[in-house]
């Protein structure tokens, strides 16, 4: 298949990255550390295509020639994230606009630019990998306001989009993660040792991505042991 997936220079992106070029995917990794990228694909066998980007600031055409060159477009994994870690009254209306602007205005601006290419493959997939934070009814925590809303609007832009693209038969889901042992999680709760590290489910998120369209549209899934 060939894969898009975005923050893949490290933690859980990175792990979902290799394990897919591992298993012969075609993978196009997207992340703004152009060093981390080649450190990727030097473990990958010629199956990570580097794309050092900035996802709120696309080049469209080279966005696009990429995704060309690897022939195509059969799954998008939006990965990237930010996390702010602040109490509600400390939250700035920039990291709120930031927060938003990363965690779900980027991913909408992207799958626009995908779609195209997605609506030609028989096995097309978006899947948004989100967090329990944003998921209805689980547990919240102190200082995460601004990261469970937005990652909440991802999980509702995912059952919209699979009901607007389901005649172009491209399955949109999204994975509402618990913690992982990243370095995103260290810096939000320094100290704090979660259950799944970042290749165990940089492992899962692969399979999944690569096969759960057959059996899953307009999913908002749980994946946690453990939830800060």
Sequence with gaps: MKILITGASRGI???TALQLAQAGHRVL????NAERLEAL???AAGN????PQDLVKLDQARLTGAIEKIGGLDILINNAGLLVNKPFLDLSSEDWQNSFQVNVFAVVELIRLCLPFLAKSPQAHILNIGSMGGYPGSQKFLGLAAYSASKGALATLTESLAVELREQKV???CLALGAVQTEMLES???GYSAPTNSEEMGTFVAQFATTAQRLFNGK???VSQSNP
Excluded: K, T
């Design 29 to 32: 990794a997207l992340a703004r």
């Design 13 to 15: 992106g990175y792990d």
């Design 41 to 43: 694909a030097e473990q």
């Design 171 to 173: 399955a949109v889901n």
């Design 220 to 222: 908002i899934i749980p």
């Design 188 to 190: 939000a709760f320094p």
């Design 48 to 51: 990570i295509f580097p794309l």
